[in-house]
């Protein structure tokens, strides 16, 4: 069975551009969660996606988004990047999220920016 | 608010050590705890797992139990390996949900 697959691996962008980081979750799974990697404040939710729906938020500006599709895969928008948001991004699956499910998680997209 | 922390690190031992690597958590209800490893580049495997109290995750040689009395879900493992260096995350997930909370993770190096 594959595993979530996250594309691409490495990103470079400059301040004030915008970036969009795609997640396939492990088929038959419908809940795709984000999260956001920095040596500084660790790992962090950014937010859940379940049947299209997002689920749940984390505590990012409106400056980061998602949307989820009809075959569960998921994609992840920065808009006017910062340089505050160079860090590693990772995208975990589930079958739905709930109880003690434990999330399975991508190599993630390690985002630069200039 | 609800955390998770896990003991300072860098860790590191000699092959063969014993190793503990310590976990607390706050939380309402009655969350499901989870310790994940990153090895370099890579990024989070699922290590071991328990959902309620007085429950013991085993995987790979390494354990923790779930003590609900002292909130805790302590790592451990008899006896590393060099390829057991890699960072260790404890994380807990409310049990409506899918948010993982983590600690800050764990570095740990074994050295031949």
């Known amino acids: 069975k594959a595993g979530v697959t996250q594309t691409p691996r490495y990103l470079i962008k400059t301040r004030g551009q915008q970036v969009t980081l795609s997640c396939s979750p492990i088929?038959?799974?419908?809940?795709v969660s984000w999260y956001q990697q920095t040596p500084g404040q660790g790992l962090q939710f950014l937010f859940e996606?379940?049947?299209?729906?997002?689920?749940n938020k984390g505590n990012f500006p409106g400056r980061f988004s998602g949307r989820q599709f009809s075959n569960s895969r998921s994609e992840m928008n920065v808009s006017t990047l910062e340089l505050g948001d160079s860090a590693l991004y990772l995208c975990?699956?589930?079958?739905?999220?709930?109880?003690?499910?434990?999330?399975?998680f991508g190599d993630g997209t390690r985002l630069s920016i200039l | 608010g609800d955390s998770v922390t896990q003991m300072e690190g860098p860790v590191t031992l000699s092959e063969e050590a014993f190793l503990t690597i310590n976990c607390t958590y706050t939380?309402?209800?009655?969350?499901?705890l989870f310790w994940y490893v990153q090895y370099p580049g890579e990024g989070l495997q699922l290590l071991l797992k328990?959902?309620?109290?007085?429950d013991k995750g085993s995987n790979k040689g390494f354990e923790a139990t779930y003590r609900k009395e002292t909130t805790s879900f302590h790592l451990e493992k008899g006896s590393v390996q060099v390829s057991d260096s890699a960072v260790y995350f404890c994380?807990?997930?409310?049990?409506?949900?899918?948010?993982?909370?983590f600690g800050e993770g764990t570095q740990l190096t074994v050295n031949p």
């Open positions: 975990a699956s589930s079958p739905s999220g709930a109880g003690g499910e434990p999330q399975h």
């Open positions: 088929s038959g799974h419908r809940s």
């Open positions: 996606y379940f049947s299209e729906t997002q689920r």
């Open positions: 939380a309402t209800g009655y969350p499901s």
């Open positions: 328990a959902t309620k109290a007085d």
């Open positions: 994380a807990y997930k409310e049990t409506s949900g899918s948010r993982l909370t």
